[in-house]
């Protein structure tokens, strides 16, 4: 489950756990992603924008703590950021119609105008602070030779007004600049040129794989399956937990874990390292990987007194695991498979069509993550796709695979695929995973570079002058499983006329031979 299509429109909920104040960790980034990637046989991509390398200032850390109903503390108050970036905002003015279409095809609420009105405050004002250090100086210069008495009283009132001035423009310069990236850091990636503009309605099937179940008896849903086989107790965690919350039970204990070692099992002979991870993180993290605040509804635990939060994907810990580094070309691409729990407000989650597992606070995940090279993001894009449909077809699930609009991606994402299964008992196709390429968008927040092995200039040595750059990689996360709604679709595809649920073949080894969940004697 994609939890950039759900945070797109984040604010933090505070949660009140005990926890320990840390500062947040900043680090520079370039932003946007600006190129179309290739596939790995191809080594020179060809950029249709230029390559963003200049700063606009240096990077600062600032602890920040979080609060109800904010994302951003410092933001909604007028602030610093909690980080900062490197943005192109000349690259970003001379291509103003092109962001702006961006903008709106991905139903942004990022401020266009009001970015290129601060930008040009900016501009004005830093030529200012540059005129006014340079009449400073000219006065210090003049202080150097041997004045009369009178003379150097004046040069010293001037030199004493014209710092004062200069203070003063240089506090101005800081909060203008410190606006200007609160507002720019909500500006989304690019698009790739294929994605379908619009709404969620407006994705294109990409690939449907096998058909529907028939029955010739009266389809049960998951809840009902469930409270007859006596697999889970909503209303006692209810008591304990609140509303969405559950226990798991008997042989659906069995079956998380079986999904889940399978699911591992798989992803691992495909070359993945497996990871678990923290699963409470640093606000600013949470932000460096795209999930932006753009509305009140909010998906995000924070804890009360700190700038941590509670994980919704194991996408944020993995994509911070080599944050502020540079690594090895021989290392890529790097790629994880992570196993942890989620934690979601589904704020607003309500009706009979996310009722049961199906939209949860809590569950247990599975996510695949690749780093990679930039020309190589397109063809693991599609290896992560395959992995999925692979896994589900060998479940025997019906799927449809889509490629998301640009207005369900989230800022992060350049392409979404996301899968479908047919859900009998909801009776409608449920989303059970996607993957997702941010190319560079996230890379560039969390200071991810690599330094490619090729010399810029061939020689006989390698020095530093003719290494190759740095260049950011390339980030893609894609969900191997989500347990809850993987376990609808196998109660609801798999039930038997008596009433018990046949377990899929794949997963039997896992779950000690068991080859049917029966009813309790």
Same mark, same amino acid.
């Given at each position: 489950m994609d939890l950039h299509a759900y945070l797109n429109r984040t604010t933090f909920q505070?949660?009140?756990?005990?926890?320990?104040?840390?500062?947040?960790s900043s680090s520079r980034f370039l932003f946007p992603s600006l190129y179309k990637t290739k596939t790995p046989t191809i080594h020179s991509p060809k950029f249709p924008f230029p390559r963003l390398t200049k700063p606009l200032s240096t990077s600062s850390a600032a602890v920040v703590q979080t609060?109800?109903?904010t994302t951003n503390t410092s933001s909604d108050q007028g602030g610093k950021p909690q980080w900062k970036a490197a943005i192109d905002f000349k690259w970003i003015k001379d291509n103003k119609e092109t962001v702006a279409a961006n903008i709106k095809n991905r139903n942004s609420d990022a401020d266009l105008e009001l970015i290129l009105n601060l930008y040009d405050k900016l501009f004005i004002l830093q030529k200012e602070v540059e005129r006014v250090r340079g009449e400073r100086n000219a006065v210090a210069n003049k202080m150097k030779g041997k004045?009369?008495?009178?003379?150097r009283q004046i040069l010293i009132e001037q030199g004493k007004n014209l710092k004062e001035g200069l203070v003063a423009l240089e506090e101005d310069l800081v909060k203008l600049n410190d606006e200007l990236q609160r507002e720019a850091q909500c500006i989304p990636n690019l698009t790739h040129p294929d994605v379908?503009?619009?709404?969620? @309605?407006?994705?294109?099937?990409? &690939?449907?794989?096998?058909?529907?179940?028939?029955?010739?008896?009266?389809?049960? @849903?998951?809840?009902?399956?469930? &409270?007859?086989?006596?697999?889970f107790d909503f209303d006692a965690a209810a008591e304990v937990s609140g509303s969405k919350f559950y226990y798991l039970k008997n042989e659906a204990v069995l079956l998380e874990m079986a999904l889940l070692n399978w699911t591992l099992s798989e992803v691992m002979k495909r070359g993945f390292t497996p990871l678990t991870t923290p699963e409470i993180v640093r606000s600013s993290v949470v932000e460096k990987c795209g999930f932006q605040p753009r509305a009140k509804n909010t998906q995000v635990y924070s804890i009360d007194d700190s700038d941590q939060c509670l994980i919704g994907t194991a996408e944020i810990p993995v994509g911070g695991l080599h944050m502020d580094s540079i690594l090895a070309d021989s290392m890529l691409p790097l790629k994880y498979v992570a196993l942890s729990h989620c934690f979601r407000t589904e704020a607003g989650a309500a009706g009979t069509a996310t009722r049961g597992l199906y939209r949860v606070h809590q569950f247990s995940k599975i996510e695949m993550f690749i780093f990679c090279r930039p020309e190589e993001s397109d063809y693991y894009h599609d290896e992560l796709i395959k992995i999925e449909e692979d896994m589900f077809s060998s479940l025997g699930l019906h799927f449809k695979t889509l490629d998301m609009a640009s207005e369900d991606l989230?800022?992060?994402?350049?392409?979404?695929f996301d899968v479908e299964a047919w859900m009998p008992g909801l009776e409608r196709f449920g989303e059970i995973s996607s993957a997702s390429n941010c190319t560079d968008y996230q890379s560039r927040r969390l200071g991810i570079r690599y330094r490619p092995s090729e010399a810029l200039v061939p020689g006989p040595k390698?020095?530093?002058?003719?290494l190759a750059p740095p260049q950011f990689v390339h980030t893609l996360n894609a969900t191997a499983c989500a347990v809850p709604r993987m376990i609808i679709c196998l109660l609801e595809n798999y039930q038997q006329e008596d009433g018990s649920v046949?377990?899929?073949e794949p997963l039997r080894p896992f779950m000690g031979g068991l080859n049917v969940i029966s009813r309790k004697s």
């Amino acid at each position: 489950m994609d939890l950039h299509a759900y945070l797109n429109r984040t604010t933090f909920q505070s949660l009140k756990l005990t926890s320990t104040p840390s500062p947040s960790s900043s680090s520079r980034f370039l932003f946007p992603s600006l190129y179309k990637t290739k596939t790995p046989t191809i080594h020179s991509p060809k950029f249709p924008f230029p390559r963003l390398t200049k700063p606009l200032s240096t990077s600062s850390a600032a602890v920040v703590q979080t609060s109800p109903a904010t994302t951003n503390t410092s933001s909604d108050q007028g602030g610093k950021p909690q980080w900062k970036a490197a943005i192109d905002f000349k690259w970003i003015k001379d291509n103003k119609e092109t962001v702006a279409a961006n903008i709106k095809n991905r139903n942004s609420d990022a401020d266009l105008e009001l970015i290129l009105n601060l930008y040009d405050k900016l501009f004005i004002l830093q030529k200012e602070v540059e005129r006014v250090r340079g009449e400073r100086n000219a006065v210090a210069n003049k202080m150097k030779g041997k004045l009369e008495p009178s003379e150097r009283q004046i040069l010293i009132e001037q030199g004493k007004n014209l710092k004062e001035g200069l203070v003063a423009l240089e506090e101005d310069l800081v909060k203008l600049n410190d606006e200007l990236q609160r507002e720019a850091q909500c500006i989304p990636n690019l698009t790739h040129p294929d994605v379908p503009i619009g709404g969620e @309605d407006s994705s294109t099937i990409r &690939k449907t794989v096998g058909s529907s179940p028939k029955f010739n008896f009266p389809v049960k @849903d998951h809840l009902q399956l469930g &409270k007859e086989l006596d697999l889970f107790d909503f209303d006692a965690a209810a008591e304990v937990s609140g509303s969405k919350f559950y226990y798991l039970k008997n042989e659906a204990v069995l079956l998380e874990m079986a999904l889940l070692n399978w699911t591992l099992s798989e992803v691992m002979k495909r070359g993945f390292t497996p990871l678990t991870t923290p699963e409470i993180v640093r606000s600013s993290v949470v932000e460096k990987c795209g999930f932006q605040p753009r509305a009140k509804n909010t998906q995000v635990y924070s804890i009360d007194d700190s700038d941590q939060c509670l994980i919704g994907t194991a996408e944020i810990p993995v994509g911070g695991l080599h944050m502020d580094s540079i690594l090895a070309d021989s290392m890529l691409p790097l790629k994880y498979v992570a196993l942890s729990h989620c934690f979601r407000t589904e704020a607003g989650a309500a009706g009979t069509a996310t009722r049961g597992l199906y939209r949860v606070h809590q569950f247990s995940k599975i996510e695949m993550f690749i780093f990679c090279r930039p020309e190589e993001s397109d063809y693991y894009h599609d290896e992560l796709i395959k992995i999925e449909e692979d896994m589900f077809s060998s479940l025997g699930l019906h799927f449809k695979t889509l490629d998301m609009a640009s207005e369900d991606l989230g800022a992060p994402a350049y392409r979404k695929f996301d899968v479908e299964a047919w859900m009998p008992g909801l009776e409608r196709f449920g989303e059970i995973s996607s993957a997702s390429n941010c190319t560079d968008y996230q890379s560039r927040r969390l200071g991810i570079r690599y330094r490619p092995s090729e010399a810029l200039v061939p020689g006989p040595k390698k020095s530093k002058g003719n290494l190759a750059p740095p260049q950011f990689v390339h980030t893609l996360n894609a969900t191997a499983c989500a347990v809850p709604r993987m376990i609808i679709c196998l109660l609801e595809n798999y039930q038997q006329e008596d009433g018990s649920v046949l377990i899929p073949e794949p997963l039997r080894p896992f779950m000690g031979g068991l080859n049917v969940i029966s009813r309790k004697s």
